[in-house]
């Protein structure tokens, strides 16, 4: 059964920085595609960066280059590092399989924006 533990969000002001850390406990982490999805109060959960087994990443437009997205196989982890923050970017933040994640979420980890 797949499962993961997202770690690394906090608060923070607008323009700083975050980290964020998932460990997927996948026998075959290196052979999937993995993403993070996040969900903002009100809103519906959403896909908005995804790196291919090959490392080849993907981001919604409205990250304007601030995330970048990577990967450690040998630990198993997804990486998150987030610049730049708005405070639009409040949100429960998921790791999962990307772009059709598993039914199995993990409890996700806050990051709040604000002054």
């Known amino acids: 059964q797949m499962q993961f533990v997202e770690s690394g969000g906090g608060w923070v002001q607008p323009g700083g920085s975050l980290r964020l850390s998932c460990e997927a406990s996948?026998?075959?982490?290196?052979?999937?595609?993995m993403g993070w999805f996040r969900q903002a109060p009100g809103k519906e959960r959403e896909l908005i960066s995804q790196?291919?087994?090959?490392?080849?990443?993907y981001y919604i437009t409205s990250l304007k280059g601030r995330f970048a997205i990577s990967r450690d196989n040998a630990k198993k982890t997804l990486y998150l590092q987030m610049d730049n923050l708005e405070p639009e970017d409040t949100a429960r933040y998921y790791c999962?399989?990307?772009?059709?994640?598993?039914?199995?979420w993990g409890q996700g980890t806050q990051v709040t924006v604000s002054a």
């Open positions: 999962n399989r990307a772009p059709s994640p598993s039914t199995g």
């Open positions: 996948l026998r075959f982490f290196h052979a999937y595609s």
């Open positions: 790196i291919t087994a090959d490392n080849i990443t």
